[in-house]
Each structure stands twice: as structure tokens, then as C-alpha cells.
């Protein structure tokens, strides 16, 4: 029976030492001979005037860690592919819930299928600027896509659905197509998700920039508990459309 371990993104720090210094470590540390299939479910609450100490998005600094597959579904069809891999995987996972998508309704099939981990998905086909959105702010970038096409503006929109391992070349191939990036992420700017994959397109995806890569993601500082301060803080349409629009400029 493989274990899955259930909490809330934000409690997450209490067992620091047995995710970073166990988990992460345990197949490295026996020179490969133990496996360690367990999954941890971890919900992430933001944006619903929580305050701060229920509003964390964790996973950048769980990216930082070798040993760790983490992963973040954004479709109902994703989230169960995606989660029955991460059972059969041998490897801890950690499997990123965006509680702001707990009402998304949307095909699921019947059949017996997974859906792989390092392998990003499509979410729309785009010439003029590729946008790679994480978790909850996915939905608002197709929203942002949508509306640019009455003005002429052409956006790709990415789902990586997995950050470890992440699928570098579909948003190569499509920065190649488009020449220009944007980067959205509901986590804190500095040190982000948004910040590696804009620092891996820089460098491997150079000759093929047309602009400044443009990162949108929350602001450094933990979320307050004022419905109008939070807004705030928090990534929203208007500013997807500012950075597609700066990319353009």
C-alpha cells in the first residue's frame, strides 16, 4: 500500500526536517537501493482573505530541493491523471492543490489513463507571445488570451502541470515560435517558479528573445487579511494583460 499524506500547503513547515531531510534524501543517502513511493497532498488556500498564515504557496522552495517530483494540476482530468501517477511513482511527490479551483468542473475520462509528469500541456496556441501560468492563475491567462484576440494579439498559454521535472522544451519550442514570454505565478516573486523558468529561457532560449521576459507573481510580502489590501498582493488579469502588453512594446 502506498501512503498519501493529506494537509494543508501551509503546515507544511512543521515537517521541514522529514520532507528536506528525509524524503528528499532517502534514495540518495542508501546509494538507490530503497524507494520511497508516497505522495503528499497539499492544499493551497489564497486570495479568500485567509491572512498569512494560510495563505502560503510553498512550492518553489520544495523545487529547490533535489529528490522531490512536484506537481500542480489545474484541470479535473489533470488532477486525477496526474495523481495516479505520482502513486505508482517510486519517488515522494508532492502533489499542489489550488483550493481557488475546488469548483472547476470539466471532462474526466472514464477509461484507465495517467497523465505523465515533465510533460506540460498546450492549454492554447499562440503567435505573439508565449505566457507559462501556474496552478489557480491558468484560467486567467486563457481569460487575458481570449480578450487580447479582439486586438490582434496572438498568446500561447502553457500549463507545465509538473515543475519537477518541467517540460523546458515545449516553452522552448514555443518561445522560439513566439519570441516573447511571460511568466505568471501565484507565488512571491523573489525565488519563484516564475524566476527559474524566465532564468532557463534566458539562457537556453536567448537568440530566440524579442523583448525582456516579464514575470507576474504575487508581491514579497504575506498576504493581509484586508479584502482590499489582498488585491493588492495578489496577480490578477490587468496585470497579465500589462506584462503581455510591455512584451510588445
Known sequence: MRPIVQSHSSFLWVAMDQLVSQAAKMRYMFGGQ????????????????????????????????????????????????????????????????????????GEVPEEEYVTPLGVADVKREGSDVTVVALAGLVRPALAVAEALEDEGVSVEVIDPRSIVPLDKATIL???????????????????????????????????????PIQRVASLDCHFPFSPALEKLVFPDEERIAQAIYATLE
Open 173 to 211: 519550442k514555443s518561445l522560439e515560435k513566439t519570441g516573447r514570454l511571460v511568466v505568471v505565478d501565484p507565488a512571491h516573486k523573489s525565488c519563484s517558479v516564475a524566476s527559474e523558468i524566465s532564468a532557463m529561457a534566458a539562457q537556453e532560449g536567448f537568440w530566440s528573445l524579442q523583448a
Open 34 to 105: 530503497v524507494n520511497l513511493p508516497i505522495v503528499y497532498r497539499c492544499q493551497m488556500s489564497y486570495g479568500n482573505n485567509s491572512a498569512a498564515h494560510h495563505t502560503d504557496r510553498p512550492y518553489p522552495m520544495y523545487m529547490n530541493m533535489p529528490g522531490l517530483k512536484i506537481v500542480i494540476p489545474t484541470s479535473p482530468a489533470d488532477a486525477k491523471g496526474l495523481l495516479k501517477t505520482a502513486i505508482r511513482d517510486n519517488d515522494p511527490v508532492m502533489f499542489f492543490e489550488d483550493n481557488s479551483l475546488a469548483g472547476v468542473r
